[in-house]
């Protein structure tokens, strides 16, 4: 029997709960697959969803029915950590002997305030040096500073997750690292420790970056760089995940690159990732740091919107410092965009050709930049006086000096959506080049910047808003201390009818 001797109604069922990449393969085999999928509606909105990057939800947010605000404060603590998920803001505060963490659930017309202090959850005295989390899985994950333990703990009830095998996880580690970087994708946890100089008898000697990749729900550690045969060297200056089972690290050898891994994240033991791909990044001759920011990865979604932008449509951002001699002027900072698609892509077709039994290095493995850069990225130089605010799927915002914040959206609305804009838009889809040494990109994008009368300390946004943090200086500190949060009107307009 084929397929297509079922009845028509079936196979609109069959259809509907593939993705869009399937349908089109579908609509492209025959006349009557065609006019199906031509003729169905349902098929031809989840094309024209997943054209524009977004999803229609189905599954519900959990987790938030719990949270209360029993545990209010109206103070928040001084020196602070800020991050939002979807609808919360969390702040860290690290003094002495204790730790706490506080967060805001942002409610359509009110804040409703929530302090957390974690010496009241059974690892009292704790201090935090950073954390990751994920409220769509009620999830939180705390990282010891100056111990190697992981705490995995649940958001509404304040206790060990209950998904959790385990509520600690711990791992050896020779010597007090200075910072690291922890990300929560799905099921799997992600700390990365960059390289750190270590004075030993006059000299500097730098310790490898190392990477670990736990299934938070099995307690499994799944690689330890340390330990797969894989050392990641000295010139891993950072690491992100792509999704829950692929991440890419940011090398500063030679020329630059971005080196594409894939692993399994039901590993039941220790397991060394498959080197997918290596993006080179253009030939330069000058120094340079590079550092990657990746947009939050969500389990669920929010129960206020209809929409959600999936992971593959996320924006990845890597900032790459160029430095310079003194004599020849200060360093220059620029930014690069990249849809984490396009890198998925490349994981994609590593895994189809060896599924196809293609033996030995497959090809088209290292690809130069002009192959995969210049019609997939976009360079942006950084003006002395705007900074990096935040990255929310395929929107980022830049803070400046003059009260203002741009918003740069890569999700390209269709042409009669771009006619109906406001005049303060900017659309870029001309090739361009800001970088020192004409390297041009043509990824698409579109802008608007926002001014305010006010002055906002930092921004953070989510889908439906942005949020100013109103800070106060106060003597002593050296950081200002935060009195309050702020969403204002005029930005959760300007915010919402333009940039969203």
Known sequence: ???????????????????????????????????????????????????????????????????????????????????????????????????????????????????????????????????AMDPTQDLLVVLEDNESRLHIRSISV?????????????FEDGVVFRSAGLQVALNVIGLFVGSEGILSQGDIAFTDARLLIWNWKTGVLIYDSRYAGQTLGTHISSFCFLDGGSYVLASEDQQGALCLYSFDPSSPSLSTPTLCAVLCLPSIEMSFTLTLHPSPISAGHSETSTFYSPPESHMMILSACYLVAPSLGPSTNYNLFVHKRTLLNYINRFHHQESAGMSGPLPNMNMDWKSWGEMNTRFMKVPSNKSYACVYGQRVAFSSRDNSIEVVNFNMPSSNSISDMASNFRLRDEMSSEHPQDVFGRLPYYSTTCSFAEHFFNYVMDAERIVGLKCFATTGLEWPEVRRLTVTEEMEEKASEKVA
Request: overall charge positive.
């Open 1 to 131: 029997m084929k397929l297509t001797d079922l009845p028509q109604e079936i196979l609109i069922e069959i259809l509907k709960i593939s993705d869009a990449k399937s349908i089109l393969r579908c609509r492209s085999t025959c006349r009557l697959l065609y006019k199906i999928c031509k003729d169905a509606p349902e098929l031809e909105y989840a094309i024209e969803l997943a054209m524009d990057g977004i999803r229609l939800k189905d599954d519900d947010w959990t987790g938030w029915n719990q949270l209360t605000g029993d545990r209010a404060e109206g103070l928040w603590p001084p020196h602070p950590r800020i991050r939002l998920r979807s609808r919360s803001i969390w702040l860290r505060q690290t003094a002495g002997k204790s730790a706490s963490l506080g967060f805001l659930i942002l409610q359509q017309e009110t804040l409703a305030i929530v302090h957390l202090k974690y010496s009241s959850i059974g690892i009292g005295g704790i201090q935090v040096k950073h954390f």
């Open 158 to 170: 304040n206790e060990t997750h209950p998904l959790a095998a385990r509520g600690t996880l711990e």
